[in-house]
């Protein structure tokens, strides 16, 4: 069984920054693929970033390419998303997730495909 727990939300204006972390409890960490996904009111859950357990792969949703990047630390089973130029639309509840893969270097953004989840972390940017 694998917790995760994010942190980092808030509230900021239009062109700021803000910094996700998602803290796991996994053995073998660095064999979870983890993503990042948001959920704003009334809209569907969608994907915004993910990244491979070796940290070499990663893919972004095209709205944030640029703005957001994900990393992970695996010696403090820790993935962060940094979200630079913050604008109303990226006003949503964010989730993290991780599936076990026996692949190091695979990434993915298909929601169907991650089996953990957290309890998401509020993000509200304002005009």
């Known amino acids: 069984q694998v917790q995760l727990v994010e942190s980092g939300g808030g509230l900021v204006q239009t062109g700021g920054s803000l910094r996700l972390s998602c803290a796991a409890s996994?053995?073998?960490?660095?064999?979870?693929?983890m993503g990042w996904f948001r959920q704003a009111p009334g809209k569907e859950r969608e994907f915004v970033a993910g990244i491979s357990g070796s940290g070499s792969s990663t893919k972004y949703e095209d709205s944030v390419k640029g703005r957001f990047t994900i990393s992970r630390d695996n010696a403090k089973n820790t993935v962060v998303l940094q979200m630079n130029s913050l604008k109303p639309e990226d006003t949503a509840v964010y989730y993290c997730?991780?599936?076990?893969?026996?692949?190091?270097?695979?990434?993915?953004?298909?929601?169907?495909?991650?089996?953990?989840w957290g309890q998401g972390t509020q993000v509200t940017v304002s005009s």
């Open positions: 997730a991780a599936v076990w893969s026996s692949n190091y270097y695979y990434s993915t953004s298909r929601m169907s495909e991650y089996n953990y």
């Open positions: 996994a053995r073998f960490f660095d064999m979870y693929a």
